[in-house]
T-cell receptor, first 109, second 112 residues
């Protein structure tokens, strides 16, 4: 079973920041937080991952709370093409990705 | 660079038949994983291979099997197909299995 809890759906206006929360209260010290997204009928796309520190790449930023029990994925300027299902996954290195139901993000103009 | 490639893209089979799905990982990647995604659900883990050895197996019946070849490509086999096996089958590759995984576009299997 997935070790994370995410809202079922969220809306965001185009051009605004999209902040997607994830709860992982049972995370252990050697587990990473991964984010993937899936646009309809395509394979999941890797976004970002982190262990303790906040991370940023060209796609997004990942903010992990100090106690590591929750995190937020930030898409700084959402576009219509960011409409997708976003999965937050907690994973120990070398183990499989266990997907939950994710958050459906709808970006509208 | 080519991403993860899967073949075929679509497939229709009859109940009771057998099917083989193929996956070519990103060049240099040595780990391949397989996932099944039924409509409306997140992908479910089936198998993980690293350096041609099985490293993990999900909760799937023995009708599902897989292997990884010396060139790191992989095949997923499903025997005695059931209607419930209709799904999008996804392959993901990673450098070592403990790094980020990249997915192919999947094979859409329909069992009639």
């Amino acid at each position: 079973d997935a070790k994370t809890t995410q809202p079922t759906s969220m809306d965001c206006a185009e051009g605004r920041a999209a902040n997607l929360p994830c709860n992982h209260s049972t995370i252990s010290g050697n587990e990473y937080v991964y984010w993937y997204r899936q646009i309809h009928s395509q394979g999941p796309q890797y976004i970002i991952h982190g262990l303790k520190n906040n991370e940023t790449n060209e796609m997004a930023s990942l903010i992990i709370t100090e106690d590591r029990k929750s995190s937020t994925l930030i898409l700084p300027h959402a576009t219509l093409r960011d409409t997708a299902v976003y999965y937050c996954i907690v994973r120990e290195a070398g183990t499989a990705l266990i997907f939950g139901k994710g958050t459906t993000l709808s970006v509208s103009s | 660079d080519a991403g993860v490639t899967q073949s075929p893209t679509h497939l229709i089979k009859t109940r009771g038949q057998q099917v083989t799905l193929r996956c070519s990982p990103i060049s240099g990647h040595k780990s391949v994983s397989w996932y099944q995604q039924v409509l409306g659900q997140g992908p479910q883990f089936i198998f993980q291979y690293y350096e041609k050895e099985e490293r993990g197996r999900g909760n799937f019946p023995d009708r599902f099997s897989a292997r990884q070849f010396p060139n790191y490509s992989s095949e997923l086999n499903v025997n005695a197909l059931l209607l419930g096996d209709s799904a999008l089958y996804l392959c993901a590759s990673s450098f070592r299995g403990d790094t980020e995984a990249f997915f192919g576009q999947g094979t859409r299997l329909t069992v009639v």
